[in-house]
């Protein structure tokens, strides 16, 4: 097993495009580590330059103690050690699973009866171990995603890529295959970086999680860590569904810009200077509670400021996932007591908000309409 380490690594498609922009990043012997983001925001360009794919403009990569990339060298993708599991399952429909999985030991010449004994050990791993002599059409598509994890894993690869490999899978499949990886990679020691779209997958596996957006680093963390204080509003917006807002700080609290949210000083948490600034509220530190009465507008004529209108109302395991209009403010709430109806008109308090420096150049006047929180 090894490392994997990128030092100020930035790609330049030749259309201009910026992929990655000065990424540092070290992954430890035997870590697990998950690259999320936005669309875009290039995390299977950071997969395929650490595999070998694509060569960095700038910036080198070592696995192990090994340079892979640096200018003017890059070492190609078979020389590198590396294991690789794609999304679509890359299974040949004209070899059966046993041929499948021999496949990196023939193309690298390994004498026939290490390659049995090798195959056998791979399937076993994943559980498909009467699998052999199968034909991939016959397997559902969990045990083809199998298949070629165990293709992965015979060659004894340095690291393990995986690049959305259990997004095309249903639920509860894809469920049952993230608890067999965690486990398979944990007991093998695997160096992992696994490349996905859902949070909830990157959260529940990864030692550390990676945020990316425009080709650059948001975060690392850990789950916990990341959930707990995310570094910008981008990272609290992308993985909590935090409603991001700017306004005024000050020594009052947090006074939000053409809307009549204030927080009070105790309730803020981060950047603590005076001036401009957003602030990110998690869903989990709404409360909402039924408004009294009509509530909203008095017979037309009282604004009511802490009263905002339910939008929608999801059903959740962990507590009902609520959207607010709350004076034009799209506020997401998780209410675990109260599952309030579309329409109905609910009080809102904010519990903690996380409080983010804003760069000059966005920075907007608030224009004040206080309602104490
Ligand atoms: N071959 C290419 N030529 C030019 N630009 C590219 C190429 N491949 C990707 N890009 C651009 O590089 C950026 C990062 O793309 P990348 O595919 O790495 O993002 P991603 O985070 O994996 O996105 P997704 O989640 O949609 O797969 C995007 O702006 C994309 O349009």
Known sequence: MASVSLDSVT??????????????LHIADGEFVALLGP??????TLLRTVAGFLTPTAGTIRIGDRTVAEAGKSVPPELRGLGMVFQQHAVWPHWNVGRNVDYPLRR?????????ERVEKALTLVGLEDFARRDPATL???????????????????????DEALSALDEPLRDRLRIELQALTRRMGLTVLHVTHDRDEALALADRVVVLDSGRIQQIATPSEMLARPASALVARFLSDATTITGMSSADGFAAAGHPLIVQPSRLEGVRSTGSCEIAILPEDVEIAPASGSGGRDAGTRFVANEATVVSSLFGRDGNDVVLDWDGLSLRCRSRSHRPVVGERVTVSVARAIVYALAPAVATEPTLEPAQL
């Open 39 to 44: 669309s875009g925001s290039g995390k299977t």
């Open 140 to 162: 559902s598509g969990g045990q083809r995603q199998r298949v070629a994890l165990a293709r992965a894993l015979v060659a004894e690869p340095r690291v393990l890529l995986l």
């Open 108 to 116: 690298s010449g390994v004498a026939r009866r290490e390659r049995t």
């Open 11 to 24: 790609l330049r498609y030749p259309s201009g495009t910026v992929g990655l922009a000065d990424i540092d």
